[in-house]
């Protein structure tokens, strides 16, 4: 947690930044925010082709597939658990 006094000299610093760079602030704010949106896409990425695999994987039983099924089903639930701890307001909100 930031005294008072950092936090103005924080923002002294950040009013001065725009004020001299303004594409590189824009470029920086572009940055951070785009790589906060991919990881929780490849989260849900890698739930939804897991759980397909899954589901193919015990459509194909009786060829001796669906031992396969568990690894799926595990890694689904391991990314979707991860993917709640990492963006809890991504993972309540609706769609």
Known sequence: MLSESERRRLDDIARRLTASDP???AWM???RTSRL???GRCYTI???LSVVSAV???ALIHAGAGPAAVPALALAAGAFFLRRRRFPAAASQPR
């Open 23 to 25: 594409d590189f602030v």
């Open 29 to 31: 704010t572009a940055q």
């Open 37 to 39: 949106r991919i990881p």
């Open 46 to 48: 890698l739930i939804a």
């Open 56 to 58: 193919i994987c015990l």
